[in-house]
C-alpha cells in the first residue's frame, strides 16, 4: 500500500475533537476512512465516510464492522478514540455514572477490539491504537473516575 492506498481505518468518535482530526489526517495520508459518532451523522465529511454506531452495544459494534467490511472488504487500521468525561468529586458520583463512563471508555475499546480482531488475524495484518489521557498515569483533583478509565487504558 503507498500514501494513495494506504488502506482502511475505523475511527470511533469521529464527529468531533481528536476523532475528527485523526480521520481527516488519515484520510490526507491515503487511507479510506470510516468514522463514527453515536448519533447519525453526514454520511461523508471531507472524505469521511461518517456511521452510526454506539461502542457500549454489543449489536451495534458488529453491524458497524459488516458495513464497513462489507463496503470496504477490509480493515486495516482501527483508533479507539470514542470516550466521555465525567468531572466531579467521586462522592458525587453515582454508581450509574461510573458504569457507564467505564463502559464507554474502557468496555468499548474491548468491544471494538474484540470486533474487528477476527478480520485483522484473516488478512494477517493490522494496528489498533487506543487513545487514552495524561490523566490515566497524573490524576488531577476531581478526575477520579475518568482518571481510572484512562489507567485502564494505559495498562
Given at each position: 500500500?503507498?500514501?494513495?492506498?494506504?488502506?482502511v481505518?475505523?475511527?470511533?468518535?469521529?464527529?468531533?475533537?481528536?476523532?475528527?482530526?485523526?480521520?481527516?489526517?488519515?484520510?490526507?495520508?491515503?487511507?479510506?476512512?470510516?468514522?463514527?459518532?453515536?448519533?447519525?451523522?453526514?454520511?461523508?465529511?471531507?472524505?469521511?465516510?461518517?456511521?452510526?454506531?454506539?461502542?457500549?452495544?454489543?449489536?451495534?459494534?458488529?453491524?458497524?464492522?459488516?458495513?464497513?467490511?462489507?463496503?470496504?472488504?477490509?480493515?486495516?487500521?482501527?483508533?479507539?478514540?470514542?470516550?466521555?468525561?465525567?468531572?466531579?468529586?467521586?462522592?458525587?458520583?453515582?454508581?450509574?455514572?461510573?458504569?457507564?463512563?467505564?463502559?464507554?471508555?474502557?468496555?468499548?475499546?474491548?468491544?471494538?477490539?474484540?470486533?474487528?480482531?477476527?478480520?485483522?488475524r484473516?488478512?494477517?495484518?493490522?494496528?489498533?491504537?487506543?487513545?487514552?489521557?495524561?490523566?490515566?498515569?497524573?490524576p488531577?483533583?476531581?478526575?477520579?473516575?475518568?482518571?481510572?478509565?484512562?489507567?485502564?487504558?494505559?495498562?
Open positions: 500500500m503507498n500514501k494513495n492506498n494506504s488502506g481505518a475505523l475511527v470511533t468518535g469521529a464527529s468531533s475533537g481528536i476523532g475528527r482530526a485523526t480521520a481527516k489526517a488519515l484520510q490526507g495520508a491515503g487511507y479510506r476512512v470510516f468514522g463514527t459518532s453515536r448519533r447519525a451523522a453526514s454520511d461523508s465529511t471531507d472524505g469521511v465516510t461518517m456511521l452510526t454506531c454506539d461502542v457500549t452495544d454489543d449489536a451495534t459494534v458488529a453491524k458497524l464492522v459488516d458495513e464497513v467490511l462489507a463496503k470496504a472488504g477490509r480493515i486495516d487500521l482501527l483508533v479507539n478514540n470514542a470516550g466521555m468525561g465525567l468531572l466531579g468529586a467521586a462522592e458525587e458520583s453515582s454508581t450509574a455514572q461510573a458504569q457507564a463512563l467505564f463502559d464507554v471508555n474502557v468496555f468499548g475499546v474491548l468491544r471494538m477490539t474484540n470486533a474487528v480482531l477476527p478480520t485483522m484473516r488478512q494477517g495484518k493490522g494496528r489498533i491504537v487506543n487513545l487514552s489521557s495524561v490523566q490515566g498515569f497524573i488531577a483533583p476531581y478526575f477520579a473516575l475518568y482518571s481510572s478509565t484512562k489507567h485502564a487504558i494505559e495498562g
